[in-house]
């Protein structure tokens, strides 16, 4: 995939190989600037600076430990109870005049195992619809799109809403959580390895679900499959391990990133995930 025509390639960077792309207010979704991350007093993450766009698919690589999954929830606020963060994370996705309950309120999250509740499908999906307080009326027709787009209204049974939810496949419960998330009407997915435990098949499906999100969303994707962000992702963003702690050490669209990556944490990372 090719990057949005919209970015502007700022020739100041906060090091020298983490682009600053999305300069102008209308294409810039997120900011973050002088983020650190402690476990207590310990620094276990740090990023000077980085944007994302409004929409399109950020792949975020590195090796294990190096806070891609820290990193994610950080922006949301789903932090531990015993991490804390400081820094400037500057959101603008989302409509101003929408105020919601949270910050975590403007996220759907996706995690590597899917998170659906006990209960039937319908009951699973009537949660983000409650919470925004949409009207009774309307929930069966939104439901049912929402199964639509992520394909799985084809693989129900007829009356799929009394259909337990935990008797899905994997991937299926996958599919449904990414449908729960866009029942909460949000501008930002982030998906953290949301196929490393599925197969093939399966894997694809998610896939072109993350591809199609991309085109109206800002999808943030955790990644250790090399082939994946090259399949899907507009941007990679790759994270390494520094003197005990994780850190930034590239950003760039994918096509260029893959084509000649420029830090030699990247080049390593590649070289010993291919073996060239």
């Not at 002088?34 to 698919?57: C, Q």
């Not at 496949?169 to 997915?189: E, H, P, T, V």
Request: with cysteine; proline share 4%.
């Amino acid at each position: 995939m090719t990057a949005q025509s919209l970015i502007t390639n700022d020739p100041s960077v906060n090091n020298a190989h983490v682009q600053l792309l999305f300069s102008e207010p209308e294409c810039c979704g997120i900011r973050i600037k002088d983020l650190s991350i402690f476990a207590k007093k310990k620094t276990i993450l740090t990023v000077d600076e980085i944007r994302f766009p409004k929409t399109g698919v950020v792949a975020i690589m590195g090796p294990s430990g190096s806070g891609k999954s820290t990193f994610l929830k950080a922006m949301s606020e789903l932090m531990d109870e015993n991490l804390s963060h400081k820094g400037k994370i500057d959101i603008t996705c989302f409509d101003a005049s929408n105020q919601k309950e949270s910050i975590c309120s403007h996220f759907a999250m996706v995690w590597q195992k899917p998170t659906v509740f006990p209960c039937s499908i319908y009951d699973n999906l009537k949660v983000p619809l409650r919470k925004r307080k949409v009207a009774h009326k309307e929930w069966r027709g939104l439901m049912e799109q929402a199964l639509e787009d992520v394909g799985l209204m084809g693989e129900l049974d007829e009356q799929w809403e009394k259909q337990t939810a935990q008797r899905l496949s994997g991937g299926q419960q996958q599919r449904l959580s990414i449908a729960m998330g866009l029942l909460k009407d949000s501008n930002i997915f982030l998906f953290d390895e949301p196929t490393s435990a599925l197969d093939p098949i399966s894997t694809d499906k998610i896939e072109k679900i993350i591809e199609n999100l991309g085109k109206k969303k800002l999808v943030l994707l955790v990644t250790h499959s090399l082939g994946q962000a090259k399949r899907v992702s507009d941007y990679s963003a790759m994270f390494h391990n520094h003197e005990d702690q994780g850190a930034l050490c590239e950003f760039s669209s994918s096509q260029a990133f893959f084509k000649s990556p420029a830090s030699p944490q990247s080049r390593e990372f590649i070289m010993m995930e291919t073996g060239v």
